[in-house]
């Protein structure tokens, strides 16, 4: 497990500990205002410690949890769920009539588009 620091950028811990799949992604979301630290927005460089409470929303799903341990370098997951604890909450069930929606001019459904189509027909949606 790598040295624990007292202090470091909410992007790059927002990294190392896998709720973003590249740091890139992760300073991306903080300048969207996707990211908050202690219920307040953050930056990239906002400094996040051991005890704030940090808020992530990445493709369309909202992570809340607590830091426990301060990491700058991406480590496995097992590691990672150590560093963090999850206090998220449920993620609201789809309805049964779902229904596949497209965008207006996204062109043809492609492979996976038609079969997520024909799953649906299948349950007689």
Known sequence: M???HTSGRVDRWVWAVRLA???ADAAQACRGGHVRVN???AK???TVREGDEVQVRLHGVTRVVDVTRVIDK???AQVARRCY???SPEPTPQPRGAVLRRDKGAGRP???DRRQIEQLRRQGL
Request: net charge positive; aromatic share 0%; no cysteine.
């Open 21 to 23: 799949k590249t740091r």
């Open 44 to 46: 990239p460089a906002t």
């Open 74 to 76: 991406r480590v496995g």
């Open 39 to 41: 219920d307040r927005p």
């Open 110 to 112: 492609t492979k996976r």
């Open 2 to 4: 790598p040295p624990a």
């Open 85 to 87: 604890d999850d206090r």
